[in-house]
């Protein structure tokens, strides 16, 4: 995918060789304390003896279970200064809260999604088509809004998966919230680290998840259409 791309009818567009290098790099990065592609398990954070008269199981310990993240801070954090970012908090926060959207459940695929959007916001630095800030114009021209989409608005790439035309903001929309709040705010899926990765989770699932089991394939356009 190109940041500044205009007339691009591709739902996904791959960014070559270089984030295929940069893909390899989170993969091994995230793989580097797992064995297998499954998340590790459940690990007790706590444990405490139930009070007396409290009916108890097995031993009377009760367990409290956590799930490790399937890529954790410093990971992320790691990923994006790949490409010179520095994101706050709630872009990891965002992006862990998306996965379930996207179906995502293993390291791998996780990193995959990671990389795509590492790689097309530039380390998430940018939520919004570069070109189109100084060339709108051009942009509303590029992305007319013929299927749905108002007609005040530029439906321009926007969030760490660079969402854009009309319709996909209204897929998005109904996906997510069963309303059509992106096809009226599409600005929120590039101010809102939250909404834009709940965007990208619906594109994902749509989209790539079907193919996921390699990288190559989720770069594929005719894997991917």
Request: with cysteine.
């Amino acid at each position: 995918m190109n940041m500044k791309r205009l007339t691009t009818t591709t739902k996904f567009k791959p960014g070559g060789m270089a984030v295929t290098a940069l893909a390899l790099a989170l993969l091994v990065a995230v793989a580097a304390n797992s064995v297998t592609t499954e998340p590790p398990p459940p690990l007790p954070v706590e444990h405490e003896h139930e009070p007396e008269g409290k009916a108890s199981s097995n031993d009377g310990v009760v367990w409290t279970f956590f799930t490790a993240p399937l890529v954790t801070l410093p990971e992320f954090n790691a990923a994006a200064a790949l490409k010179g970012g520095s994101p706050n908090a709630s872009w990891y926060n965002g992006f862990i809260a998306s996965l379930p959207k996207a179906l995502i459940t293993t390291r791998d695929e996780a990193a995959m999604f990671l990389t795509h959007a590492d790689w097309e916001s530039v380390g998430f630095q940018y939520t919004r088509e570069v070109y189109c800030q100084t060339n709108m114009a051009a942009c509303q021209t590029a992305y007319p809004a013929n299927a749905g989409g108002l007609q005040t608005v530029v439906y321009y790439g926007r969030g760490p998966l660079q969402v854009t035309w009309d319709y996909n903001y209204i897929a998005a929309s109904l996906y997510l919230y069963g309303n059509y709040t992106l096809r009226d705010q599409p600005d929120l899926v590039a101010s809102d680290p939250a909404v834009g990765w709940a965007a990208a989770a619906w594109f994902w699932e749509a989209n790539v998840h079907a193919v996921a089991q390699t990288f190559g394939n989720t770069t594929d356009r005719k894997s991917v259409v």
